[in-house]
C-alpha cells in the first residue's frame, strides 16, 4: 500500500512538472533540425513521402485502389512510426539521461515522459499527411472519429509501461536493444499496418489477432476511417493495458534504484 | 525545517563487466539452475560503510579525504541519486547540486537559450526561470555573444554560463563536489563571491575539497573519509589538526 502511495505521489509530481519534459523534449525536436529550412517539417515529408511511395506500390499488389488504400495505409503508419520508435527509444530511455540522473534527483517517470511526449510531437507532425491524404482521396469521416480519443489515450498509456519495461531491461542488459531494432521490423510486416487482416487465409488469421500490435492499432485507425470501435480491440488493449502496468510498475519499484549503477 | 539524518548507512556499488551485461550470460546461467555462478563477473564494492550523522540548518560541513574514499559517493547519496543497499537516510528541504556546471547544456542552443533551459532541469518554475535570467546573463559579461550558439564559445565562456545558472536561486540543501577557480582572475573572484553568496542562503552546506584553506574559510564541520567510513568528524580546527597529524 505504502508502494502503492509513494508511486502515486512521483506520478503527480511528474505531472505537475510537466513544463521540464515538454521543454526538454521540444527543444531536442528542434535542435534536431536546427539549421535546417523546413525544420521539424523533415518528419512530415519524409513520413509523406514513404507513405506515397510504398503507398502506390501496395495498392496495386494487393489489388486495390490507390484511393481506399492510401488512407488505410497513411493512418496504420503514422501509428506505426509511434509504436517503432517508443520501442527503439524506450531502449535508451534512461541511458541517453545519464548526465542528468547522475547529477539531478528528478523521477524516472520524468525521462519516460520526455521521450514519449517527443514522440507524440512527432506524431502530431505525421498527422498532417493524414489529414492531406484524407482530403487527396476524398476519406469521408463520421461520429465515429470520435472515438479516436479514448483509442490513442490508451494507445499513450500502454506506451508509458512498455518503456518503463524495455528502459530497464535494455539498461541493464545491453542486448535488448539490439534485439528490439531487430525485431520491430519485422513485427511491422507481421502487424496489419499495410495489410489488413481479411486478407489472411481465415485458419493464419491468429497471426494478427493475437497481436496486441494489431488491436492497439486499430482502437486508434477504425474511428479515423468512420468504423465503429471493436469490441474485441478494446477489451484486448485494457487487458494488457491492466497486466502490463502492474508488472512494469512492480519491475519499476524493485529495480529503479539499481539503473543509476547499470549506466 | 531543514535536517539531514544518515544511520548506518551501508552503499554497495556494483560494478559490471561487458559479459555480465550481456543477457546471453544470464540466460545461461538460468539454464544451468545457477551452478555456474561467476562471481568474478560482478564486483561489488562497499563504497560507503557504517555512515551515521546527522546536520541540522546552518550546519556547513566540509568533507576531505583521498581520492576514491568515498566523498563524491556520499554526496551522491545526500542528493537522492543513490540509494542505500542498507541503513536510513532522511533529509528535508530542497536540495541543490553542484556537482557537474555544464549539465544539461547544449552548444547548438545560444548561451541564452541555454540559461533557460538549465534553469528548467535544475527543478526551476518558467516563472523563476524568466525573473531570474536577465540577472544571470549580467552575471555571466557576455553581453551579445549570449545570442551566438555556444559551441562557439571558449571553455570558459561554457563554464561561466554554467556557473550562472547552477549558483542561482535558495536551496535547503547545497551539495558542491569540488569546484573553484573557473575562468580567468578577474571572472574568478567573482564567481568565487556569488558561490559564497548562494551559500550564505543556503540552509545546510556539505561540500567535498583537498583545499584546508576552503575548508576553513567555509565550513564549521568537517568529516575525514577513508575507505568509504567516517574516521573522525567535528570541528573543522580540531579535525583539520587531527588531519594534518595523521597524514
Known sequence: MNYTNTLISEFYDCLKNSHIWLILSFTEIKSRYRRTVIGPFWLTLGTATTILGMGFVWSSLFGMNVQDFLPYFATGMVIWIYIASVLNEGCSVFTSQAALIHNIKMSYFLHVMTMISRNVIIMLHNMLVVIIVFIVCGQSINLNILWFLPGILLLFLNSFWISILIGVFATRFRDVASMIANLTTLIMFITPVMWKVEMLQEKRRFIATLNPFTHMISIVRDPLLSQPPSLESYCIVIGVLFLGFNFSLWLYRKYIHRVVFWM | ?247
Open chain 2, 1 to 247: 525545517m531543514t535536517f539531514i539524518n544518515l544511520n548506518n548507512v551501508h552503499l554497495d556499488f556494483p560494478i559490471y563487466n561487458a559479459q555480465s551485461f550481456s543477457l546471453r550470460h544470464s540466460l545461461v546461467k538460468a539454464a544451468t539452475g545457477g551452478i555456474m555462478k561467476r562471481k568474478k563477473d560482478v564486483i561489488t564494492v562497499s563504497a560507503l560503510k557504517n555512515i551515521t550523522f546527522s546536520l541540522q540548518c546552518g550546519d556547513r560541513l566540509g568533507l576531505i579525504g583521498h581520492n576514491g574514499s568515498g566523498k563524491t559517493t556520499l554526496l551522491k547519496l545526500l542528493a537522492g541519486i543513490y540509494t542505500p543497499t542498507a541503513g536510513k537516510i532522511q533529509t528535508k528541504g530542497k536540495i541543490s547540486t553542484l556537482f557537474d556546471i555544464l549539465l544539461g547544456s547544449q552548444d547548438d542552443m545560444t548561451g541564452f537559450e541555454n540559461l533557460y533551459l538549465s534553469s528548467i532541469t535544475r527543478g526551476k518554475s518558467i516563472v523563476e526561470t524568466k525573473r531570474s535570467l536577465k540577472e544571470m546573463a549580467n552575471f555571466t559579461e557576455l553581453g551579445d555573444y549570449l545570442h551566438v550558439p555556444m559551441r562557439t564559445y571558449s571553455s570558459g565562456m561554457k563554464l561561466r554560463v554554467g556557473f550562472a545558472v547552477a549558483t542561482e536561486g535558495t536551496p535547503d540543501i547545497l551539495l558542491i563536489d569540488e569546484i573553484f577557480g573557473t575562468g580567468d582572475q578577474n571572472f574568478v573572484e567573482k564567481s568565487s563571491q556569488r558561490l559564497k553568496d548562494l551559500i550564505n542562503r543556503s540552509g545546510i552546506l556539505v561540500f567535498s575539497s583537498h583545499s584546508k584553506e576552503l575548508l576553513r574559510q567555509l565550513c564549521n564541520k568537517v568529516m575525514i573519509l577513508e575507505h568509504g567510513e567516517i574516521k573522525a568528524m567535528g570541528e573543522t580546527e580540531e579535525i583539520l589538526s587531527f588531519y594534518d597529524a595523521n597524514h
